[in-house]
């Protein structure tokens, strides 16, 4: 705010030629430090995102290692579990949209991927922020490089239910009518970009690198 006012006095006000030399050199240092800012994969993070999920695909065969399905007491009462899943490509017939409203009269919702898998259980992809222990999401705070990039795959039993059972959001199932071929045509998108995240770190961003940008790029 006291940035806002000087530069307002400086550009509009000020019949001196310091303060807006001033003006544009602080936002020039202000640029500069953002850029500054990079991604890292290092930090405390908080427990249900602590591990980085990676998918191998060779032929017809899926390895999934980083595989969330935890037991949830409370949102914040779980007992971890962290797997390898192991399934055939050709399993895979068809994906699912999930819309999580946080609250019933909000305006922001996440939104993620289900994967149908024959025979076996659905395998949930949902992109999100990896917070630090001790963060929360702020839509602010997204915009300007304060959280990294995280794919979660898990379980419907971990993903689905921790918000609808335990976060009281209101979530939306909708089933698509993507044929079979196309489903493990996107599900290899991710699992591209999944193995590319775990090697390099990503920010989150609220407008361009966020959950429904990225379902709608790929």
Known sequence: GFYAGFGGWAIWRSRR?????????????????????????????????AVMPRIAIQGDDV??????????????????????RELRLSDIRGVDFFVSYWTP???????FLSFDVEGGEPVAISIEIRPEAGESFDPLKGLF?????????GSERDLV??????????????????????ARGLFQVYARRINALA???????????????NIVRY
């Open 17 to 49: 030629r310091w303060p807006p030399v001033a003006t544009a050199l602080g936002f020039l240092a202000v640029l500069l430090a953002w850029a500054s800012l990079e991604p890292s994969h290092d930090r405390a993070w908080r427990r249900e995102v």
């Open 63 to 84: 390895r999934i290692s980083g595989y969330r399905d935890f037991a949830y007491r409370s949102r914040d009462d779980f007992t971890e579990h962290w797997g390898t």
């Open 105 to 111: 009269d909000s305006a922001i919702a996440h939104t």
């Open 145 to 153: 490089r304060n959280f990294e990039l995280v794919y979660v795959v």
């Open 161 to 182: 239910a921790v918000r609808s059972n335990h976060r009281d959001e209101d979530v939306f199932l909708y089933r698509t009518t993507a044929s079979a071929e196309a």
């Open 199 to 213: 090697g390099t770190p990503e920010f989150y961003n609220v407008v361009s690198n966020n959950c429904t940008v």
